[in-house]
């Protein structure tokens, strides 16, 4: 079979790399989709860990999906109770 | 001395530097195929694409093997997602190969050319993966039952790959190995850049998959954990664990 000029060549070449760029962009789609979900699903249970702890009397508060702004962890409280066991002075 | 494993990140940018490097010998660099001439160039991303499909497939093997001796579910969700990725590669090596077969013969599909065959014969199997898997409850046996299908599978791939190679071709091109010379060096050079594109941007999206998995996982033993109002386990002991239960 004799070699296609180059305008109809041109077109099914074009056609085969945007095929396997449109099936890369789908699966990229796809993926962002899952992250979104599962995005969504950690911020449900950071919610339900939290408010779990509150009704248990304890104001510490779990990381969330995106992190705080720097004063945000300033002004989160972590009460002795629950921040472990005291540090030893050095001066007993 | 142990390897360092690259970043997902330098593995992104590695793979768009090696297909864009690719992509840009094929059309500026690579001369036309004297017999085919310009159509020639959807062999730069045919060929790769479907070598890294039956690599894949291999690769499932590999890890399903290590799966059934040691019995962590780290190798199970390793061969799923291998095969995962293989079965994508291979829906767009059937695509472009359609394509070019199309231009070439003007034939969308040839159902006498073994290559041709052989490759649909080879993905349609990997596509029984998943209703295999999935019909299984039972989480244990669903990842044993599935490594010796991947076993078994991937034992065929190159099994078939040889059959295909001594049978004789009708229409399909041998490019490599042949009696009556390979590729030139520029194209040889083009395709090889081709591969090893391809290559990273398989091991790149596994890696995304992998990630994807067992963070799906850990959200899953977590919320069991919420709703069992269990201690919750720190985040560094939570291991995947089967694909099914990772809600794909």
Known sequence: ?92 | MSLQVPSARALAIATVVALGAAFALVFFYAPNDADQGFIQKIFYVHVPIAICALIGFVLAAFHAVRHLRTGDAIHDVRSYVAIHMGVIFGTAALITGSIWARAAWGKWWVWEEPTLVSFLIVFLLYATYYPLRYAIADRERQARYASVFAVTAGVFVPLNFMAVRMAESLVHPRVFATADGGLPAEMLLTFLVALAGMALLFVTLMRFELAAKSTSSAISRLRRAVDNEAPIAPASRIAPVAPSEAGS
Do not use: Q
């Open chain 1, 1 to 92: 079979m004799p070699a296609l000029p180059l305008d109809e060549a041109g077109k099914y070449v074009a056609g085969a790399y945007l095929a396997f760029l449109l099936l890369v962009l789908i699966y990229v789609a796809i993926m962002a989709a899952k992250v979104e979900r599962m995005r969504g699903e950690l911020s449900e249970l950071a919610e339900l860990a939290e408010r779990r702890n509150r009704d248990a009397g304890l104001t510490t508060s779990l990381p969330a999906t995106h992190p705080d702004p720097p004063e945000a962890d300033a002004k989160r409280s972590i009460p002795a109770e629950v921040s472990g066991p005291a540090e030893v002075s050095s001066d007993g």
